[in-house]
């Protein structure tokens, strides 16, 4: 094996950390624009759209929306995905991996895909337009694979013979696993919930068919502002969610570490 010269290692990593974050640091900056459009360089800087932001209550509520569908969707992944695991880490039976090929479905297929086929199916057999509660059913869809791969993975991790253990000491397996088994997946759940919210929470393709006027996320507002204005404001929206982004995978990768969250994302 050829051995490479030491710095070209680490000035690689610079070169692709660059490219995914400038980007980023455009928008950023863009969102401190004192211009009545998006240009880059600014031709000054100041806070007038993060104060546009403030008092614009189409985005507010979009937002709030969003969160809230997020949480519930993240709380139904988290329902659903952690018997999942269960299931597929702790028992070998007939049918694993047929539900391990459900539970990871749609991780597979196309959001655009999914979208349509969730529409046809409200429209078709509900007979009627995506709901709320809809909405957070099939988002809570699209995040299982998220809760249910990392949540097994911290199931992997754990040592059955405490477990045994305590059931040696009389504990029943309910008790086992309330008081020994959940305690130990605590930080695999919260990252499991983290994750599940922030892909919820920036789902654009689902969303795009599920919502109504009355019932659009704050990715869809945004899609819906940036077709018929070119101000900063949705660069000042983004700087936003980009802060807020920063700190749930902060976080995340605190409680999981960051290479257990990208194998789960896999």
Same mark, same amino acid.
Request: aromatic content about 10%.
């Given at each position: ?21 400038? @980007?980023?640091?455009?928008?950023? =900056? =863009? ?14 800087? !100041?806070? /007038? ?40 880490? /702790? ?14 479905? @749609? ?31 099939? *988002? ?5 694979? #998220? ?36 305690? !130990? ?15 919820? #929470?920036?789902? =654009? ?19 819906? *502002?940036?077709?018929?204005? !070119? ?36």
């Amino acid at each position: 094996m050829r051995r490479l010269r030491p710095w070209i290692g680490p000035l690689y990593a610079i070169l692709v950390i660059a490219f995914l974050l400038s @980007p980023l640091l455009i928008v950023i =900056v =863009v969102s401190f624009s004192a211009d009545e459009f998006v240009a880059f360089p600014p031709a000054g800087f !100041s806070l /007038r759209w993060f104060e546009a932001l403030r008092h614009n209550e189409d985005m507010l509520r979009a937002f709030l929306l969003s969160a809230e569908v997020a949480a519930l969707a993240a709380a139904i992944g988290l329902v659903v995905g952690l018997p999942t695991a269960l299931l597929l880490v /702790r028992y070998r039976w007939r049918a694993d991996m047929a539900l391990r090929a459900l539970a990871l479905g @749609p991780l597979i297929l196309p959001e655009v895909l999914l979208g349509l086929a969730l529409l046809q199916f409200s429209e078709s057999v509900l007979r009627q337009a995506p709901q709320f509660w809809y909405l957070v059913v099939a *988002h809570g869809l699209i995040v299982l694979p #998220f809760c249910v791969q990392m949540i097994s993975n911290a199931l992997t991790g754990l040592n059955l013979e405490v477990e045994d253990a305590a059931q040696t000491l009389g504990a029943t397996p309910l008790q086992t696993f309330w008081l020994v088994t959940l305690p !130990s997946l605590r930080n695999g759940v919260a990252s499991a919930l983290l994750l599940s919210f922030i892909f919820s #929470f920036d789902n =654009v393709a689902i969303s795009l068919f599920l919502t109504s006027p009355g019932l659009a996320t704050l990715p869809i507002r945004m899609y819906e *502002h940036a077709t018929y204005s !070119s101000d900063p404001l949705l660069a000042a929206i983004s700087a936003v969610l980009i802060v807020l982004g920063m700190a749930f995978m902060l976080l995340i990768g605190r409680l999981r570490g960051f290479g257990n969250v990208a194998q789960s994302s896999r």
